[in-house]
């Protein structure tokens, strides 16, 4: 079994500033990560994910988040936000074993960049 | 463009009417899934295909009826819907070995 927690519902923020989405997970087995972003009337896009490795990973527009194994999180952040950030961000957990269970989605955060 | 296409994008149906939606992947994938996302609520997985076999369904009500006739379609068959039904419904796919899912741009359906 496992879940995932956002942890702000909704995160207000002036462009230029920077910005922190949280995520906390649990799950009784190994998982990958992602952080997936969803634009007004679209479907989800996937923005970066966590499979090994390093555990800091970066998208090409800025974004970065950080697996932290101990603490069982794995933070979005931009050190400089941009109106067209504005979006809702869901994180996600799927088992490495795909037979292993489905992804799991938080409720999502609702990132709002205001001039 | 992420290579998953749903139709229509937008739907507006009385409850005793009978609709499809459908998804198309073109990115080879071998599982497929439809989800529902409603105003203020999370994410909610309906169905699972695998391979074209049924692998997961989340007590979903029987006024949806999925279909899968090959790993690049899958359909969702509506009739008798409830105006608690109007939302967005979301396509999927991925492949098994792989992590990501690609999300379609979904149908927005609403049901009066």
């Known amino acids: 079994a496992q879940s995932v927690t956002q942890l702000d519902s909704q995160v207000p923020v002036f462009e230029e500033a920077p910005v922190e989405l949280r995520c906390n997970y649990s799950?009784?087995?190994?998982?990958?990560l992602f952080w997936y972003v969803q634009y007004p009337n679209q479907g989800l896009q996937l923005l970066l994910k966590?499979?090994?490795?390093?555990?800091l990973v970066e998208s090409i527009n800025g974004f970065e988040a950080e697996f932290n194994k101990s603490q069982t999180s794995f933070h979005l952040r931009k050190p400089s936000v941009h109106i067209s950030d504005t979006a809702e961000y869901f994180c996600?957990?799927?088992?490495?074993?795909?037979?292993?269970?489905?992804?799991?989605f938080g409720d999502g955060t609702t990132l709002t960049v205001k001039p | 463009e992420t290579g998953v296409t749903q139709t229509p994008r937008h739907l507006v149906m009385g409850m005793t009417n009978k609709k499809s939606l459908k998804c198309e992947q073109h990115?080879?994938?071998?599982?497929m899934y439809w989800y529902k996302q409603s105003a203020k609520k999370p994410l909610e997985l309906m169905f699972v295909?695998?391979?074209?076999?049924?692998?997961e369904n989340n007590s979903v009500p029987s006024r949806f009826s999925p279909e899968c006739p090959n790993s690049s379609h899958l359909f969702l068959h509506l009739h008798t819907l409830q105006p608690e039904d109007s939302a967005l419904y979301l396509c999927?796919?991925?492949?098994?070995?792989?992590?990501?899912?690609?999300f379609g741009q979904g149908t927005r359906l609403t049901v009066v």
């Open positions: 999927a796919s991925s492949q098994e070995d792989t992590s990501e899912a690609f």
């Open positions: 990115l080879g994938h071998n599982a």
């Open positions: 996600a957990v799927r088992p490495r074993r795909f037979n292993a269970g489905k992804s799991t």
């Open positions: 295909y695998s391979l074209e076999e049924r692998v």
């Open positions: 966590y499979l090994s490795g390093s555990t």
């Open positions: 799950s009784s087995v190994s998982v990958y």
